[in-house]
């Protein structure tokens, strides 16, 4: 199922267990560029900034950790529009220069340039790792940097699940289990971290257990006179 379809909770646990401190943030920006095409890439605590910039036009998304459904990352590629159109052009307007014009010399040098344009659009053209999200596709370009985004793409979206860990107000045994289970499916947290929670759970159920007993005793206690 893709984790864009889980319903994640809008907030962070007001209870934390004590063997998962909160861990400290710094938000990190990493960026890629191929001839006309940038990618920027912003690490928040929340979510990932993102930016796709092309020559004529600049897009930018906020995308949440949890929706990040990096199971079904593809691969997708494209042409340099750009260069393809120019070459087409020049090609045209070389035959242009040689039926028409009868100008010979014009017209293989159009016809030359355009075709070598046509050539490197169709040998340069650009690959991405695809990502689907909430909001957006992330793009990463395939670049010496491909690696090291995607590595932090993973590495973030794991440090956010992490802040999951801990119970909620009022919530169930059932639900922050449920949650747990979701953190150890994500390899967010380990199997022995998932063992220490759910017996920090019971532990925590049983004395709030106890402490509701208590005042519920003290309460119905007649008045003294």
């Given at each position: 199922m893709?984790l864009k ?18 861990t400290?943030w ?10 006309f095409t ?9 979510h990932i900034?993102f930016?796709f ?8 998304f906020f995308a ?6 990096l199971p079904?990352m593809?691969e997708f590629?494209?042409q340099n529009a750009?260069l393809?159109?120019c070459?087409f052009?020049w090609?045209i307007?070389g035959?242009?220069f040689?039926f ?8 293989l040098l ?7 344009t ?7 053209k650009?690959t991405?790792?695809?990502i689907?999200?909430?909001t957006c596709h992330?793009?990463?370009l395939k ?5 090291a ?7 973030c979206r794991?440090?956010n699940?992490?802040k999951?860990?801990?119970?909620y107000?009022?919530e ?11 953190l150890?499916?994500e390899?967010?947290?380990s ?6 929670l759910?017996?920090?759970?019971g532990?925590?159920?049983?004395l709030a257990a106890?402490?509701?007993e208590?005042?519920k005793?003290?309460?119905e206690?007649?008045?003294?006179n």
């Amino acid at each position: 199922m893709p984790l864009k379809s889980i319903n994640m909770p809008a907030s962070y646990p007001d209870i934390i267990s004590p063997a998962f401190p909160p861990t400290a943030w710094e938000p990190t920006e990493m960026s890629q560029r191929m001839l006309f095409t940038k990618t920027i890439f912003l690490f928040e605590e929340d979510h990932i900034k993102f930016t796709f910039k092309t020559s004529s036009d600049t897009q930018t998304f906020f995308a949440s950790y949890h929706s990040l459904d990096l199971p079904h990352m593809t691969e997708f590629s494209e042409q340099n529009a750009w260069l393809r159109n120019c070459g087409f052009l020049w090609i045209i307007l070389g035959l242009t220069f040689l039926f028409i014009v009868k100008n010979q010399s014009s017209g293989l040098l159009w016809l030359i340039i355009g075709t070598i344009t046509t050539i490197v659009s169709f040998a340069t053209k650009t690959t991405y790792s695809k990502i689907g999200a909430d909001t957006c596709h992330l793009m990463i370009l395939k670049d010496g940097k491909h690696d090291a985004i995607l590595s932090m793409i993973k590495e973030c979206r794991i440090k956010n699940l992490r802040k999951y860990i801990g119970l909620y107000n009022n919530e169930s045994y059932s639900n922050a289990e449920s949650r747990f289970d979701f953190l150890l499916k994500e390899q967010a947290i380990s199997q022995s971290e998932y063992n220490i929670l759910v017996e920090w759970l019971g532990q925590h159920m049983k004395l709030a257990a106890t402490d509701e007993e208590i005042i519920k005793i003290e309460f119905e206690k007649p008045l003294l006179n």
